[in-house]
């Protein structure tokens, strides 16, 4: 079950309306919407009227061009504690730890 997920939720290139769509949302019309809502019903409407040969042409597109990979979130203060004091404590048993880092972030 869960190898079958991981495999469709790799992404190798972008779809139709992905390329479609980040084209749209730079459109006057859209940009002068009210809201987020009211501009994702235009560009939903916009695409509803593509013909698929226009729509093929979209898909040409998204297959030659690669998905963006993700970026890793940066570090918050107390994972940089963490990865630079570990050595510190790596020989304690290991639920005792997390505390000892704790003791150490409470005094620094």
Request: aromatic share 12%; proline share 7%.
């Amino acid at each position: 079950m869960f190898r079958r997920t991981a495999v469709f939720a790799a992404c190798k290139h972008l779809t139709a309306f992905a390329v479609f769509a980040k084209q749209a949302w730079k459109l006057p019309k859209v940009q002068e919407a009210s809201s987020f809502r009211a501009r994702t019903r235009l560009v939903h409407a916009a695409w509803a009227r593509l013909t698929p040969a226009a729509k093929a042409k979209f898909a040409q597109i998204g297959k030659r061009t690669p998905c963006p990979k993700p970026r890793a979130a940066p570090l918050g203060a107390w994972q940089k504690f963490v990865k630079a004091n570990y050595k510190k404590v790596a020989k304690l048993p290991f639920k005792k730890r997390l505390p000892a880092l704790g003791k150490l972030w409470e005094k620094k």
